[in-house]
């Protein structure tokens, strides 16, 4: 018989699997955990926090259109701030 999952670990893999529904698979990997930092959302500063939530809000809006474009949107939003801060 398996090993239950650590409920902390099943947390954190759970928020891994909505950004990935969300950003896409990445496939350029940066560390050791085969993670970009910007995946892992006990390494995102608040700036990406908040423009995460802010994806998650509108997703449960409903589908349309120009929601699909506000989300677009908000993740290139998001991936900028990424980047400048994976820069410093």
């Not at 608040?46 to 474009?69: F, H, S």
């Not at 939003?77 to 410093?88: I, W």
Request: glycine share 4%.
């Amino acid at each position: 018989m398996g090993k239950a999952l650590n409920p902390q670990f099943a947390q954190v893999l759970s928020a891994h699997l909505r950004i990935f529904s969300v950003m896409g698979w990445r496939l350029i990997l940066t560390n050791m955990e085969g993670f970009l930092r910007r995946q892992q959302l006990d390494k995102c500063t608040p700036a990406e926090l908040a423009i995460y939530k802010a994806m998650e809000e509108v997703e449960k809006i409903g589908a349309d259109v120009r929601l699909t474009d506000a989300i677009n949107k908000l993740n290139e939003a998001r991936n900028l701030v990424a980047d400048f801060v994976d820069e410093q």
